[in-house]
């Protein structure tokens, strides 16, 4: 299952390497659960224990697994850019321990709630160009991505992708989108998580 961009999907691209390169077996079928909704974090409580978000996608994820054949393959986890816009004036220090508290519960109870599959949680981080767009962002940014690799360190089977050279919208059209990867972009991201997946 997969929290990442909403309008165009890396995850598409995980799957069909996962079925390129010859994981799914023969007479098997492959489902996206796609819990990404753009503008959360955990700032405005969407994604903590208990709310709106979190919840949405443990339902998902328990209809994908009312046949009993199904299993969860892999968590790829792609968010933090409303959380760094939303905590511009907080203090470094508070947002790290506020972002890391918020992501290794959430990874811990999804862990803990389908504990009977061995699955690992995969993140990346931000667009560069979005990240570099001014001191509170990089600030931000860099924050999020600490507290997120060691969250993953911590958890056991999980890990963090770089994104440094993968080009932004805005990079590619001038869209003004610089929080988005332009289409090529999310085919190598997607790339890059199968390969930390493998």
């Known amino acids: 299952f ?4 909403d309008r165009a ?16 077996k023969e007479g098997r079928k492959i489902l ?10 955990f700032k405005r409580r969407h994604w903590g224990r208990g709310d709106i978000l979190s919840a949405r996608l443990y339902e998902m994820i328990d209809t994908a697994l009312t046949n009993p054949n199904s299993r969860i393959v892999a968590l790829l986890w792609h968010q933090g850019e ?3 816009f939303e905590n511009m004036t907080l203090p470094r220090e508070q947002l790290y321990t506020s972002y890391r508290k918020a992501l290794a519960e959430l990874f811990s109870e999804i862990k803990q709630r389908y504990s009977q599959f061995s699955f690992p949680f995969i993140a990346a981080g931000f667009s560069e160009e979005y990240r570099t767009q001014g001191e509170g962002y990089q600030t931000g940014c860099d924050v999020i991505l600490k507290a997120t690799k060691e969250v993953c360190q911590e958890l056991g089977n999980a890990a963090v992708i770089d994104t440094k050279d993968i080009l932004s ?3 590619v059209s001038g869209n003004g989108d610089k929080v988005h990867f332009c289409r ?15």
């Open 2 to 5: 997969c929290d990442g961009c």
């Open 9 to 24: 999907n890396f995850c598409l691209w995980f799957a069909e390497e996962y079925i390129r390169r010859g994981f799914l």
């Open 32 to 41: 996206i659960v796609n819990a990404a909704v753009g503008g959360t974090g």
């Open 82 to 84: 409303h959380d760094v």
């Open 169 to 171: 919208n805005n990079q």
């Open 184 to 198: 090529a972009g999310l085919y190598e991201l997607g790339m890059r998580y199968f390969e930390k997946y493998l």
